[in-house]
């Protein structure tokens, strides 16, 4: 699986963008994995957002998770379920979805905690915030790079560096030991979301030739 850039959607009313739109912007743009992240919607209108962003990142050979509704991940064929410590645990999602589903971990950046995911089931693990970051409520300010590059050294699972990212951090992130970074606002709030998105391609693919990754 290639996580290099894993684009998490947002819906801006103001900005007139939804998931599908910024899913399909990320697509078109070079992301190689996305990630439906929709909160306070019924979860009919959930799982038909998912089954269109499903088909069309498959249509792109393009990876697609489901963060946290295990139900949803299921029913819509993602690849995967994305999820968080107060979330499903990780030995009950791999039941449900089947040894072949991605199952992905957020992690702090405390190696211990990244491999308790691991054998718990985790495909990959995130790390975050590695920058301050408003797109989400956390207790951790920011972990710093020196976090990604301890919990790469503790796993031997994907590791996908998270949390205030944009093209001018991408290197530092795949220098510290990542596989991939994820990003959310960096794509859903930039005035041209393709270009945004193929400038994070542009500079992934520098950055992992630069460090060989």
Known sequence: MDLGLYVITASIPELGRDHYDVAAAAIEGGATAVQLRVKRRSMGEALKIA?????????????????????????????????????????AARRMLGKEALLGRSTDGRPDDAVKAVHESASYVAVGPVYPTASKRTTV?????????????????????????????????????????????????????????????????????????
């Not at 990142?57 to 029913?75: K, P, S, T």
């Not at 996908?160 to 220098?175: M, P, Q, S, Y």
């Open 51 to 91: 089954n269109a962003i499903r088909e069309l990142a498959h249509e792109a050979g393009v990876l697609f998770f489901v963060n946290d509704h295990v139900g949803i991940a299921m029913v819509s064929k993602a690849d995967g379920l994305h999820t968080g410590p107060d979330d499903i645990p990780l030995a």
């Open 141 to 213: 300010d920011k972990v710093g790079t020196i976090a990604v590059t301890r919990v790469k050294s503790a796993v031997r699972v994907p590791v996908v560096a998270i949390g205030g990212i944009d093209a001018e951090k991408v290197d530092e992130c795949i220098e510290a030991g990542a596989d991939g970074v994820a990003v959310m606002s960096a794509v859903s709030a930039a005035e041209d979301m393709v270009a945004a998105t193929a400038e994070l391609r542009e500079a992934l693919d520098a950055a992992r030739k630069r460090h060989r990754r």
